[in-house]
Nanobody, 123 residues
């Protein structure tokens, strides 16, 4: 049984930083794409950042320059460093992993999802 467990969310002020972590169990994702998505109340789930098996990363325009995605294959983990947080970053953040090498911003490319981790940014 594959599980993705996120941690690191919380309540912060605008301009602060947070680091989200996601640890996978049940299989390894060394050669698979992984990503972070987020969903605010009343809105659709949206792509935040993705990383390929080789370490190539992509970002949504709204977070480019502020967020950094990374992975540690030895720990079967993916991370999201979030700097200069804004109130509009408030959402539940979801870790996602693909069963293949395909990833990027397409939600349907991901087969496994974490339970969600709340990030709230106050102004």
């Amino acid at each position: 049984q594959v599980q993705l467990v996120e941690s690191g969310g919380g309540l912060v002020q605008a301009g602060d930083s947070l680091r989200l972590s996601c640890v996978a169990s049940g299989r390894t994702f060394t050669y698979n794409a992984m990503a972070w998505f987020r969903q605010a109340p009343g809105k659709e789930r949206e792509f935040v950042a993705g990383i390929s098996w080789s370490g190539s990363d992509t970002y949504a325009d709204s977070v480019k320059g502020r967020f950094t995605i990374s992975r540690d294959n030895a720990k079967n983990s993916v991370y999201l460093q979030m700097n200069s947080l804004k109130p509009e970053d408030t959402a539940a953040y979801y870790c996602a992993a693909s069963a293949t090498f395909r990833g990027g911003p397409t939600l349907g490319n991901y087969d496994y999802w974490g339970q969600g981790n709340q990030v709230t940014v106050s102004s």
